[in-house]
């Protein structure tokens, strides 16, 4: 068994009173995340990413689909002990320090007193909060909070970290030290699931990836092979070429007194435009290659404005 996590046709609907405005919010969501890896689950605001990790935590039932936890069903409550769970917006008890909140989530999960005595400063340390731990937590900074959040999240030393939205709200000091603790759990072996509509962060550390829109996954797989290594166009500035004609394939985006800014799409061209420009004794100040990014990749597939 190979999978961390497998999902497959999963269906949510969630009714209002007397059936009045019931809201389909999941539309047969798959997907399969394997052992080791850090997994992005990408998507707009009210796409369903919350409501799936609710699933996939057992806060909420499907109403069709199944759902695979490191190769056992949802019914067996045995495999909650080794998933980690930080919810979007944890709720922490804000009169408690650090070192008091982990200990009373450390008891609820059964987890013994000597080994939570260990455990405390092995992860204080892990998220940097080691000297922070007798600081009431309304005292700490969004950024600390997050990672307080985490080290809860990895008190019972989960093979799967569920991590809803991470970043989000954190400045880029703080998404940097989530990022890394992050790439440091899949370093020690774990496999990350972790849901975000910030998508550089997911671009600079995920292996794979899931975009979901209303509901459905429209596209999954390793991030590589999503976005591609294939340069899509480049950019050019010739300067000095007022009187050029480019070659056939070019596009003039803009003409600024003899500098023009030429988009090309294909590399026998662009060497084509290279040449004449030299020999009209033009000259190429730059040649900016572009390649699909994430944001590119997941507008393709937004409709709209991107949320509902
Ligand atoms: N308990 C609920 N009752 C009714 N609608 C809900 C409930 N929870 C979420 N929704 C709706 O489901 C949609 C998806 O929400 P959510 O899963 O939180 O999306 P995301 O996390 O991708 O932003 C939203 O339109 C939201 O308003
Ligand atoms: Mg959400």
């Known amino acids: 068994m190979d999978e961390a996590l497998l999902l497959k046709g999963v269906e949510k609907t969630f009714r209002g009173h007397l059936s009045i405005g019931s809201h389909h919010v999941l539309r047969g969501v798959t997907l399969t995340v394997p052992r080791g890896l850090i997994y992005g689950f990408l998507g707009p605001n009210g796409a369903g990413k919350t409501t799936t990790l609710k699933i996939v935590t057992g806060l909420l039932f499907p109403d069709a689909g199944e759902v695979s936890i490191l190769g056992q069903g949802l019914g067996d409550g045995s495999v909650r002990a080794r998933i980690g769970f930080l919810p979007e917006t944890p709720y922490f008890y804000d009169y408690l320090t650090g070192h008091e909140l982990l200990t009373f989530m450390g008891r609820l999960l059964g987890i013994p007193s000597p080994r939570?005595?260990?455990?405390?400063?092995?992860?204080?340390?892990?998220?940097?909060?080691?000297?922070?731990?007798?600081?009431?937590?309304?005292?700490?900074?969004?950024?600390?909070?997050?990672?307080?959040?985490?080290?809860?999240?990895?008190?019972?030393?989960?093979?799967?970290?569920?991590?809803?939205?991470?970043?989000?709200?954190?400045?880029?000091?703080?998404?940097?030290?989530?990022?890394?603790?992050?790439?440091?759990?899949?370093?020690?072996?774990?496999?990350?699931?972790?849901?975000?509509?910030?998508?550089?962060?997911?671009?600079m550390i995920c292996d794979q990836v899931a975009i979901l829109i209303r509901g459905k996954v429209v596209q999954e797989g390793p991030l590589e092979d999503l976005l591609g290594g294939e340069i899509q166009f480049w950019d050019v500035t010739v300067r000095g070429a007022a009187g050029m004609v480019p070659p056939p394939g070019c596009s003039v985006l803009t003409r600024l007194g003899t500098?023009?800014?030429?988009?090309?799409?294909?590399?026998?061209?662009?060497?084509?435009?290279?040449?004449?420009?030299?020999?009209?004794?033009?000259?190429?100040?730059?040649?900016?290659?572009?390649?699909?990014?994430?944001?590119?990749?997941?507008?393709?597939?937004?409709?709209?404005?991107?949320?509902?």
């Not at 900074?141 to 990672?147: A, I, T, V």
């Open 116 to 203: 939570l005595v260990e455990r405390i400063p092995v992860l204080l340390r892990a998220v940097g909060l080691l000297g922070k731990e007798k600081l009431q937590l309304r005292k700490y900074s969004k950024g600390m909070l997050q990672r307080i959040g985490l080290a809860q999240a990895l008190l019972n030393d989960p093979d799967l970290v569920i991590l809803d939205e991470p970043t989000s709200g954190l400045d880029p000091i703080g998404r940097r030290e989530i990022r890394d603790l992050i790439l440091e759990l899949r370093a020690q072996g774990k496999t990350v699931f972790f849901s975000s509509h910030i998508l550089a962060d997911a671009e």
């Open 259 to 308: 500098q023009v800014l030429i988009r090309v799409d294909r590399e026998e061209v662009l060497q084509d435009l290279i040449d004449r420009s030299r020999a009209e004794g033009a000259s190429v100040r730059g040649v900016v290659p572009h390649k699909i990014s994430l944001e590119d990749l997941f507008m393709s597939h937004v409709p709209g404005e991107g949320s509902r």
